[in-house]
């Protein structure tokens, strides 16, 4: 059964760099998209981006300018960094499997969310 | 961008009782829409996709309908476990994958 593990710094000032990592466990990582997605406190979910083993990425025209998601399939990782953040990117971070291999599809599984707070 | 609009944003009622969420979409997304359910602390749950197929696991109380524009995420009965918000997402047009803005289903 796959497991989403994710990790990163809790707390980041303004303008610094939004660092954030998932592993998949118990899961071949060929084949599917493996996606960000974030929800601000007490708001819905926002979309951020998908990889696939290959690299290929997908991402929201609203955030792609700042957004980079890489992909170490040695490690069966795949990260998400977010550039110069201010306190609208306060959210919890999630990420996500695509439900089979196709982009798009549904997202299940999903990781436990990591809560990043932006603030001086 | 495709916009969902979820209505009601709270529903109250009481264990037992059917439940009738309501999705709509700004444009046409065939049936390319799902229903996610989450509970305080924890990561969405994919419920329903493709409109009215239930994900794996997901009790048969839990049903969907819908296509086009109008989608429906009906709980027959409901237990007490189901008290949490719901989302709709689509995946007809993207970028970017959006989703709806969540209906919470409270203890009346």
């Known amino acids: 059964q796959v497991q989403l593990q994710q990790w990163g710094a809790g707390l980041l000032k303004p303008s610094e760099t939004l660092s954030l990592t998932c592993a998949v466990y118990g899961e071949s990582f060929s084949g599917y998209y493996w996606n960000w997605i974030r929800q601000p406190p007490g708001k819905g979910l926002e979309w951020i981006g998908g990889i696939n083993h290959s690299g290929n990425t997908k991402y929201n025209p609203s955030l792609k300018s700042r957004v980079t998601i890489s992909v170490d399939t040695s490690r069966n990782q795949f990260s998400l960094k977010l550039r110069s953040v201010t306190a609208a990117d306060t959210a919890v971070y999630y990420c996500?499997?695509?439900?089979?291999?196709?982009?798009?599809?549904?997202?299940?599984?999903w990781g436990q969310g990591t809560l990043v707070t932006v603030s001086s | 961008e495709i916009v969902l609009t979820q209505s009601p944003a709270t529903l109250s009622l009481s264990p037992g009782e059917r439940a009738t969420l309501s999705c709509r979409a700004s444009?046409?997304?065939?049936?390319?829409l799902a229903w996610y359910q989450q509970k305080p602390g924890q990561a969405p749950r994919l419920l329903i996709y493709?409109?009215?197929k239930r994900a794996t696991g997901i009790p048969a109380r839990f049903s969907g309908s819908g296509s086009g524009t109008d989608f429906t995420l009906t709980i027959s009965s409901l237990e007490p476990e189901d008290f949490a918000v719901y989302y709709c997402q689509q995946r007809s047009n993207w970028p970017p994958l959006t989703f709806g803005g969540g209906t919470k289903v409270e203890i009346k």
């Open positions: 493709d409109a009215s």
């Open positions: 444009r046409n997304v065939s049936s390319y």
């Open positions: 996500a499997r695509d439900r089979i291999k196709m982009f798009p599809d549904w997202f299940d599984p």
